[in-house]
């Protein structure tokens, strides 16, 4: 099949980041209780509690000060089924969730219920927290209810309250998302031309620029149809010099991170320049692209390793001013 | 309050509510709806004033893509733009700020999403409390679930109730272009599949679609230079409800009710569009905003035929103009939600004269 013909491109693609959250005092004691098997709730003014609890009270907007522990033990008060769990939920087989009234609240907590099958769930029925092994102060500390009539299973069961701690001020919440993610017909273009080691750039039919890689354009709004190819050497317009370390990172710092405008392109690319001490990269540069071996090649902007010093005079400001 | 300026929605256009539309960027999807609005709206891509969107990274799992998406735009030299993360009737909201303030004359709105690209129930539960809900990734279906049956065992609607609300929907879907579900069915037919979240099947949640629509607005004298019949926005307000599931009555919806009051929709109404991704959220909302059974309900077929996030509210609001502009109405309501369970609701007032 030709590059113009073919498909859209499209790969699978995982992100997965810990969000660290600060917890301020009420969620703070709310995650403290549960690391010790207990659940607080708040007191607002109008004298009703609240759990999940509430930092401000809805009705004269003060702080909320006034924390009271209801019972593990509540009421069903909705209720739904699921028969496939999705990743990340409470459990891997299928449950029932829940809004669940401990006794003592006022409001509804959303939990699971592991109640075995959906004949077994109704509303008004009467539920009980099972607690995880290793509680650490976290709203998973509850793995989830069960029905109360059953016997408490061991993990639920209550056990010595563990010595006092530093209170819990922060949790971490892991998100994992994946995604098929899928290119246009012009980023498709692009990458499968990369594949076979060129670069394919396209141009605007208003206003004539070469976009690399092909999109639509910027000032025109059109879509940049018409294939150019581009060489793989250029000038060096900006750039910086990395020195922080991260996480991930491949290249022991100091290295250059450019912008490189390519010969017959109208907007630069970004890459890296290896090749010469990073000090000694300048604006209007002439770079020239080092790629790996063919073999390694694929639908990636990684074929080229990076760019490096060509040797040639610099390129005068005037030919890369309007990238500035 | 009394008013300076009248602005009116003068252009609308949506693409096809797809399954599955290709790229992730939105910006090719984007481009051709840009170009029908505009036209319809009889409006150069130079002559727009202010441009504002919704849409939300975390759909299709791409950082900034709303700035990607301002390339469909066309933004040299620069441009006047905002955006919501929520759906583009927000964005709709702040430009009808905008011109009421007369900083503007003329606004394209629009929205835009890939809800294929990821797994949309659990990506919608990043929406929750991220500290006491969202860490059990409870989904949107899930979530919805818990409302329906509130709803069923206090009395005020039953499963063949839901049943029906799909079934009128798919039959009037199927003179939309854009729908991505019609067709005649019976109550029966749909009550006999199995739960996907009891007491939710199949056909009482939306499709999950990708889309994109756009919406152009104008103000007073503009307005009637570009259309013979704008559809004026007579009143426009939105309202939300605690984050909290447990802190609210969700078989009520009191911030639907309470936007409908602000932005005046008591009178006589010919059409209502509403944002329903499931069928008993239909229903509750026709009680939270008062609709009488005189008003048609959703004659494009509504969320439940095609729902693209971040553009569906929008393209009530312009499925509801369109019924103005052509005059098959004279006074109509769009209605927009965003949040689990109808926390956050917006509600647009149509009218043909000014």
């Known amino acids: 099949m030709d590059i113009a013909s073919a498909p859209p491109l499209s790969a699978p693609m995982v992100i997965g980041f810990d969000y660290t959250r600060s917890l301020g005092p009420v969620l703070g004691s709310f995650m403290t209780g549960l690391r010790e098997r207990r659940v607080l709730g708040s007191r607002t003014s109008d004298g009703r509690i609240h759990v999940p609890p509430l930092e401000y009270d809805p009705v004269t907007h003060a702080p909320v000060t006034d924390l009271v522990e209801v019972l593990t033990t509540g009421t069903v008060i909705s209720w739904t089924w699921t028969h496939r769990p999705l990743e990340g939920q409470p459990l891997a087989h299928p449950f029932g969730w829940a809004l669940i009234r401990l006794d003592g609240a006022d409001t509804t907590l959303l939990h699971a219920v592991d109640a075995g099958e959906p004949g077994r769930m109704r509303t008004g029925m009467r539920v009980r927290a099972r607690w995880a092994a290793n509680p650490v102060g976290h709203i998973r500390d509850i793995e989830c209810f069960e029905p109360a009539e059953t016997s408490p299973s061991q993990a639920s069961a209550r056990v010595a309250a563990p010595a006092p701690d530093a209170p819990v001020t922060t949790i971490v919440t892991p998100i994992l998302l994946r995604y098929r993610h899928t290119a246009s017909d012009q980023e498709s273009r692009y990458l499968r031309a990369l594949a076979e080691g060129r670069l394919l750039g396209g141009r605007c039919p208003a206003c004539r620029k070469v976009y690399l890689p092909p999109r639509v354009c910027p000032a025109d709004g059109v879509p940049t149809d018409e294939e150019v190819v581009v060489t793989d050497r250029g000038t060096v317009t900006t750039f910086c010099v990395v020195n922080v370390p991260f996480a991930g990172q491949r290249l022991d710092p100091p290295y250059v991170v450019a912008q490189v405008l390519l010969d017959g392109a109208d907007i630069p690319l970004s890459h890296l320049i290896l090749g010469c001490p990073a000090g000694q990269v300048r604006m209007g540069m002439r770079v020239a692209a080092v790629w790996r071996e063919r073999a390694q090649w694929s639908h990636t902007p990684e074929n080229i390793a990076h760019f490096a010093p060509t040797g040639e005079p610099d390129a005068p400001c005037e030919s890369y001013a309007d990238q500035l | ?354």
């Not at chain 2, 735009?73 to 919501?84: K, R, T, W």
């Not at chain 2, 007073?220 to 230079?225: C, V």
């Open chain 2, 1 to 354: 309050m009394s008013r300076q300026r009248a602005v009116a929605v003068v252009g609308f256009a949506q693409s096809p509510c797809r399954p599955e539309a290709g790229t992730t960027s939105g910006v090719e999807t984007l481009v051709p709806v840009f170009q029908r609005a505009l036209a319809e709206a009889g409006l150069a891509r130079r002559e727009v004033d202010f441009w504002c969107s919704g849409s939300c990274d975390y759909l299709a799992g791409r950082a900034f893509s709303f700035v990607n998406a301002v390339d469909a735009i066309g933004a040299y030299p620069p441009i006047c733009e905002s955006h919501v993360e929520m759906d583009a009737a927000w964005a709709c909201y702040e430009a009808y700020v905008k011109i009421l303030a007369g900083e503007a004359d003329t606004a394209l709105v629009y929205g835009f999403g890939k809800s294929s690209a990821g797994e949309l129930p659990r990506v919608l539960a990043l929406q929750l409390d991220p500290y006491v809900t969202a860490p059990l990734w409870p989904d949107s279906v899930s979530i919805a679930a818990l409302q329906a049956r509130l709803a069923c065992e206090r009395g005020i609607l039953t499963e063949r109730d839901m049943a029906e609300v799909a079934v009128r929907s798919r039959v009037d879907a199927a003179a939309n272009p854009c729908a991505q579900v019609a067709g005649a069915t019976t109550a029966e037919t749909l009550l006999a599949a199995p739960y996907v979240a009891d007491p939710l099947r199949a056909h009482d949640c939306a499709p999950v679609s990708d889309g994109a629509a756009a919406l152009v607005l104008a103000a007073s004298d503009r307005a009637r230079e570009l259309r013979d019949r704008p559809a004026w926005i007579a009143g426009m307000a939105h309202r939300i409800d605690p984050q909290g599931l447990g802190e609210r009555d969700l078989a009520a919806v009191p911030s639907a009710r309470a936007a409908a009051e602000a932005a005046g929709v008591a009178g006589d109404l010919d059409v209502a569009e509403l944002h329903a991704p499931f069928t008993h959220q239909e229903l509750l909302l026709r009680a939270a905003l008062g609709l009488g059974d005189s008003v048609r309900i959703n004659p494009s077929g509504g969320a439940l035929c095609g729902n693209p996030m971040f553009s569906a509210g929008l393209a009530r609001i312009g499925a509801a103009a369109e019924q103005v502009m052509s005059g098959r109405a004279g006074r109509a309501v769009g209605h927009a939600t965003s949040g689990p369970a109808l926390q956050q609701n917006l509600v647009c007032v149509l009218e043909a004269e000014q």
